[in-house]
Structures are given as C-alpha cells and as structure tokens.
C-alpha cells in the first residue's frame, strides 16, 4: 500500500470509528462493546483473509484497549495497528 492510499485508508477509518461514537453516544458502555464486537466478528466473518485478520486483531488489541485507557491515544485519532 502506498502512502497515499494508507492515508486514504486510515482516514476512511478513523471517519467510521467517529460515526459510530456518535451512534453510541449515551449507552450504556455494556451496549457498546457488545455492538463493538458483533461488528468487529461481522467485520472479520467477511474478510477475504480472515485467519490472518483475526489473529492481527487479536495480537493488537490488548495494546490498543491499553493505550486509549491510559490516554495516549486521546486527541490523535486513529493511527492504525499495523
């Protein structure tokens, strides 16, 4: 992937997380993990390398989930976990 397009890329995806915090807006934070992770296993149930993008995400998240807890993330938006 160039530059170019992995820009394109991470500000595609840093515009669908912002639509769906505004969607979640006011639930409760049980509610929206639940919807997190039935679109996160939709999401990866239609993956063409779905193996691969599973155990990506499974490598990924529980640095991610750290980093936004502590903070670290506030403010940057979404810089992807590749």
């Not at 639940?34 to 993956?47: F, K």
């Amino acid at each position: 992937m160039s530059d170019v397009e992995e820009q394109r890329f991470l500000a595609r995806t840093a515009s669908l997380l912002d639509a769906f915090r505004k969607i979640a807006a006011g639930e409760h934070v049980n509610v929206v993990a639940e919807a997190a992770v039935a679109l996160l296993a939709e999401a990866l149930a239609n993956h063409p390398d779905r193996k691969d993008m599973l155990e990506h995400v499974l490598e990924q998240l529980p640095s991610l989930v750290e980093e936004i807890a502590a903070g670290e993330l506030e403010g940057r938006g979404y810089k992807g976990s590749a």
